[in-house]
């Protein structure tokens, strides 16, 4: 009787974060015309979760191109269909493998670095403060985050799957010796717009995910130092799994 | 804070290059490219027996150039025939009216694609014509079929002819049928 309960208590809590969660994006959408006349407050946001992403992003991204070569080469050479290298690295890097990671390594970079940020705004009572200056914290601080990192989020992605593509034609052509017309006309043959759109709308709907986890976690973070660390914590686990989540969604809808 | 040209550098080439980025995938990752509005074209049909696994967006050739792409694949119910409208490019409006479409494989396994065979005529397709002249797509199993149904007959002949011993019993039970 006392684990139903417990269950059932706990069933409540999920839905209470849920709603909590959603009611804060709402709220976050109805400032968000406002917080776009400030547009130089989402530039920064832009460049702290976007351009300081980069070059980890740009390195994640070769090294995954490049085992995406090795492997795909080994793989098809068995059926002796090297040339089908290019559009497998495409496919997989640009609908799977670059919105993903790079949710993943956002999540880890750009997501803590956001609800750390705000945890300790709240922890030093710098909300409060705004509030009190009937400055919307909101509109001011958690809005133009928000926005920077859904906007940094598709453009991260792209670059991400463009870098794999180059590490994957110089495991696959340079070095395992694919022939890089089959590996590039291939690509073109098999490769569809719809795929391209794929990965964008995906990477979207993952930056919306990340960004709103963890400026979520960070407002609402308990005002203490242990409450930062764990709000922190929550943002990438909770980020990864909701990104996991969502992409098997969207995959399967988009087939 | 960096200061704000560092800042706006900063910003302005993470932009620039996730820009670049996604141009790169759109127009040269796929075979579509950026397409600003369409070109100018027209429609023409054919019908065919089969059209193996053409889809709508297979590019339809002429001489190996590329002159247009299948738009709209039907099944007309009366003839039992899959009806493939084409949009050329209105570049190539000299097609004769007797040309022939046939349904060729890209490669050993690749797609299908529709070649187009110049004919004779002196009037050319304009939007809305058909094409008469089909040849439809290759199935690779009926040709597999077709060839181990040779293979087969090919086989009994030269065993019949190699081994005399077995001809005459294999002959026998048919001979005595007959005989009945």
Redesign the interface.
């Given at each position: 009787m006392k684990v139903i309960k417990e269950l059932w208590q706990s069933l409540i809590d999920a839905l209470i974060g849920l709603g909590s969660v959603v009611r804060f994006l709402l709220r976050m959408l109805m400032v968000t015309p406002g917080a776009l006349l400030r547009f130089d407050l989402i530039?920064?946001q832009?460049?702290n979760s976007?351009?300081?992403s980069?070059v980890i992003i740009m390195l994640a991204g070769l090294f995954v191109g490049m085992v995406l070569g090795l492997q795909g080469f080994t793989l098809l050479q068995r059926f002796g269909s090297e040339g089908s290298l290019g559009v497998a690295a495409?496919i997989g890097l640009?609908k799977e493998l670059g919105p993903v990671i790079t949710a993943l390594l956002f999540a880890g970079r750009a997501g803590t670095a956001l609800a750390s940020e705000l945890g300790l705004m709240r922890a030093t009572d710098q909300l409060s403060a705004m509030e009190m200056m009937a400055v919307d914290p909101i509109k001011r601080v958690v809005a133009p985050r928000f926005l920077g990192g859904v906007i940094?989020m598709?453009?991260?992605a792209?670059?991400f799957?463009?870098i794999g593509?180059y590490g994957a034609q110089l495991v696959g052509v340079q070095i395992m010796g694919v022939d890089s017309g089959s590996f590039w006309s291939q690509?073109?043959?098999g490769?569809?717009?719809r795929?391209?759109r794929e990965?964008?709308v995906k990477s979207l709907i993952f930056g919306v995910a990340c960004s709103l986890i963890a400026v979520y976690e960070g407002y609402y973070a308990t005002p203490t130092a242990a409450g930062v660390g764990r709000a922190t914590t929550r943002t990438v686990v909770t980020s990864a799994v909701v990104v996991l989540f969502l992409d098997y969604l969207l995959t399967s809808a988009f087939l | 804070?960096?200061k704000t040209s560092t800042?706006?550098l900063?910003?302005g080439?993470?932009?620039a290059?996730?820009?670049a980025?996604?141009f790169?995938?759109?127009t040269?990752?796929?075979?579509?490219g950026l397409s600003f509005g369409t070109p100018p074209h027209y429609d023409v049909t054919a019908k065919f027996d089969n059209i193996g696994d053409l889809r709508v967006?297979s590019p339809v050739s002429m001489a190996g150039v590329e002159i247009g792409r299948v738009v709209k694949i039907d099944f007309d119910t009366r003839e039992y025939k899959a009806v493939v409208t084409m949009r050329l490019n209105d570049k190539y409006n000299l097609i004769p009216t007797d040309s022939d479409a046939s349904i060729y494989t890209?490669g050993l396994l690749?797609?299908k694609f529709i070649g187009l065979t110049a004919g004779g005529a002196e009037t050319y397709l304009k939007n809305g014509d058909q094409i008469d002249f089909t040849q439809s797509a290759f199935v690779l199993e009926n040709l597999i079929g077709q060839f181990l149904a040779n293979f087969a007959k090919g086989s009994g002949q030269s065993g019949s002819a190699s081994s005399k011993t077995d001809a005459p019993a294999a002959t026998a039970p048919a001979a005595t049928e007959k005989t009945k």
């Open positions: 530039v920064q832009i460049f976007g351009a300081l980069l495409a640009v940094a598709p453009l991260l792209a670059i799957s463009v593509l690509m073109r043959a490769v569809d717009l795929d391209i990965g964008i | 804070m960096p800042l706006n900063g910003t080439t993470f932009v290059l996730g820009f980025a996604l790169f995938l759109t040269q990752t796929t075979s579509r967006g890209q690749g797609g």
